[in-house]
């Protein structure tokens, strides 16, 4: 679970860091994105990242609030509150921002992790994709 300490940060120091943090990572490649994120995430906050990210894509698809929370492994508390900011549109630059062919390819890992709940074969897809 991410802690956020309660020391108060500056609102203007805040708004400069995280607008630096940004351009930083808009210029990372590949290779250093992937270090990046590994480096600098714990293996909880990754995990919680994918889960959120695939919630979200999922929403697009039109599933259920409460099928995403089972599927994903998320509280359906969570999951609603990812529903309702995507009601609104909370996440719609995110979605656009995405090329379509990677959106198509991360759909097609979680429809087989979905599946390979159920089926043996998506199962093993699964694990030739990932492995």
């Known amino acids: 679970m991410t802690h956020v300490s ?3 940060i500056d609102s203007i120091d805040y708004s400069e860091a ?5 351009e930083l990572i ?5 290779s250093s994105a992937t270090h990046f994120i590994n480096e600098l ?3 909880a ?3 919680m990242l994918i889960k959120r990210f695939a919630a979200i894509f999922m929403f697009q698809q039109e599933y259920s609030y409460y099928r995403v929370s089972q599927a ?3 509280s359906t508390s969570t999951s609603r509150l990812i529903y ?6 909370h996440y719609d630059k995110l979605l656009a921002s995405i090329p379509k062919n990677q959106k198509s390819e991360f759909l097609a890992l979680v429809e087989d992790f979905l599946l390979s709940k159920a ?3 998506a199962r093993q897809r699964l694990l030739k994709r990932v492995l």
Not at 26 to 30: A, C, E, M, Q, Y
């Open 6 to 8: 309660r020391k108060q």
């Open 45 to 47: 906050e990754r995990i």
């Open 84 to 89: 309702e900011k995507y009601l609104v549109c």
């Open 26 to 30: 808009t210029k990372l490649n590949s």
């Open 18 to 22: 995280q607008k630096q943090l940004t």
């Open 41 to 43: 995430f714990t293996e």
């Open 72 to 74: 994903v492994g998320i």
């Open 119 to 121: 089926s043996y074969k």
